[in-house]
């Protein structure tokens, strides 16, 4: 049965390669400081659940460092603690010394990417992207050996909009290609990262509607990554809706063509973000049945804010 499932593994993480894969020694690249790879594995004997992180400029004494069972407990303590308070300063460093127990024992396995996948997720919420690149870098050599395979399509996901956000624009569709030339076909059929590519798309061809509709329908935590490019986006979406419609266009139209939630949201935006004045928006109104910009509204009278393109533009 163990060996049943030990080729199972395999199998599954044969659909999501990573860089370097080969083993234990593939995983002790990450915060053991100064140690060289090949140092012999070190035998935690501390029962801290919390400890500080600190450089290390040589082997660990082993009663500062905490084995397995006890790092496993200490995850699900600062699990438990971000989920409460969200509290980055002390989840960043609890995860980190975690990292730094774990790299020292040589641990490569369920627990280790647990720990990563955490720290990973933690990051991606607190915006650290500079984290969250060096969970993900570890978490393809341990996805690729097999352990929490389930996880991976999730965190493949997340490389592409990384890549798709955080390089300059001009490095993104070669970094992407790159990655997606590493992937095996079946993965690209996974729901996760077909809807990474579409966001992907989305932003490089400056796609407003296709991106605004893709942003609050991101599976896990993907629209963490687009918030980073929203504000470009939307003032892209904004001076093709003032080139695009004249002389006036309804803020409710707007506000969808922005992705923002109603008309008050799309004036507070232009008023904040861009300085509109009661020169730009005006009060629109029609003695008509029926809302001539057809938002299903009746009454003998309807009012509506519109905003003035061409006086905007100006």
């Known amino acids: 049965r163990a060996a049943a499932a030990i080729m199972k593994r395999r ?16 995983g002790l690249n990450d915060h053991g400081d100064g140690l060289d790879a090949d140092h012999p594995p070190v035998k935690g004997r501390s029962t801290a659940l919390e400890k500080p992180y600190f450089r290390l400029g040589g082997l660990p004494d082993p009663e500062e460092v905490r084995p397995p069972r006890v790092l496993a407990e200490s995850l699900a303590v600062v699990k438990h603690r ?54 993900q870098a ?7 050996a ?21 390089p300059p624009p001009g490095q993104r569709p070669q970094l992407v290609l790159s990655l997606l030339q590493e992937l095996n076909p079946r993965a690209l059929g996974h729901p996760f990262i077909a809807q990474a590519l579409d966001a992907h798309r989305a932003i490089e061809a400056q796609d407003f509607g296709a991106f605004f509709r893709l942003w609050p329908l991101m ?23 003032c080139a695009s419609f004249e002389p006036t266009l309804p803020l409710a139209r707007l506000a969808q063509l922005l992705g923002l939630r109603n008309e008050k949201a799309c ?32 009454g003998a009278s309807t009012q509506w804010l519109e905003l003035r393109t061409r006086a905007f533009r100006q």
């Open 219 to 241: 599976a896990n935590l993907g629209a963490c990554f687009l918030d980073r490019v929203v504000p470009d986006m939307r003032r892209g979406a904004l001076a093709a809706a």
């Open 138 to 144: 570890q978490l393809q050599r341990l996805h690729a």
């Open 82 to 135: 971000w989920a409460a308070d969200q509290d980055y300063t002390y989840a960043r460093e609890q995860l980190k010394s975690i990292r730094q127990d774990l790299t020292v024992q040589h641990v490569f396995d369920d627990l280790a990417a647990d720990a990563y996948e955490t720290h990973a997720r933690v990051a991606i919420e607190a915006d650290d992207m500079g984290e969250f690149n060096a969970c």
């Open 146 to 166: 097999g352990f929490r395979v389930a996880s991976a399509a999730e965190f493949c996901a997340y490389r592409i909009l990384f890549n798709s956000v955080v």
């Open 11 to 26: 199998r599954r993480s044969e659909v999501f390669p990573g860089r370097g894969s080969g083993g234990e020694a593939a």
């Open 267 to 298: 004036r507070d935006y232009l008023e904040r973000h861009h300085g509109a004045t009661s020169e730009h928006i005006v009060v629109a109104e029609a003695h008509s049945m029926t809302d001539p910009h057809d938002y299903g509204r009746q």
